[in-house]
């Protein structure tokens, strides 16, 4: 098991709310599980099926379980947001929702090398999703990839034009340009 959602089955042990804690525990075993189920479902996964539909998980628990995530991420408990986030990342992979909320928890919890790969699913199922593109750029600039960063950061300027519900994004990303920029290569 990733030693982030070993660590989040510890601190989900320790939740005063069971309903959180069994919610946590419940998709820590379903990602333990992913492996066999992947396995089980490769048919259904080459016709472009989910896991969620391959095993005929009911949809509803995705919303429940990205909801509890978004929550919890919202309190700035990333750790135990994680395992649900992830879970609905890997068996709803379809929706871009899920793999950028696993994404910023990763990304909260220092690791941005995982966490870039949630992002460019993310940008791969909603490649106009500024929001993706301006937190992958993120992911970039910290493991040491400062041109692909920059690309990323003048796509989200791109993708934020002319929508003033982005334009902190936007500027945002042109500080981050900026910086780069002025910042001197090894």
């Known amino acids: 098991m990733n030693p982030l959602l070993h660590e989040a089955a510890k601190a989900a042990l320790h939740s005063p709310d069971a309903e959180v804690r069994d919610r ?3 998709a820590i ?3 333990e599980q992913a492996p066999q189920n992947i396995e089980t479902c490769q048919a259904a996964l080459a016709n472009n099926q989910t896991l969620a539909e391959c095993l005929q998980i009911d949809p509803e628990q995705f919303e429940q379980y990205r909801q509890l995530a978004a929550d919890l991420c919202d309190q700035g408990n990333f750790m135990l947001a994680l395992p649900l986030a992830v879970y609905c990342a890997t068996y709803k992979s379809d929706d871009a929702q899920h793999s ?5 928890c990763l990304q909260r919890l ?3 090398a995982s966490a870039a790969h949630f992002y460019r699913v993310a940008l791969q199922l909603d490649e106009a999703d500024a929001a993706s593109a ?3 750029g993120e992911c970039l600039e910290a493991v040491g990839q400062p ?3 920059s ?3 003048r796509w989200t300027i791109e993708l934020a034009r002319g929508d003033f519900a982005l334009r902190t994004l936007q500027e ?3 500080n981050r340009i900026s910086k780069l920029s002025t910042t001197p290569r090894p």
């Open 24 to 26: 946590i525990l419940l």
């Open 29 to 31: 075993q379903a990602l």
């Open 100 to 104: 950028f909320l696993a994404g910023a």
């Open 110 to 112: 220092g690791q941005p």
């Open 134 to 136: 301006y937190r992958l």
């Open 147 to 149: 041109e692909d960063a």
């Open 151 to 153: 690309h990323l950061y």
């Open 172 to 174: 945002m990303a042109q």
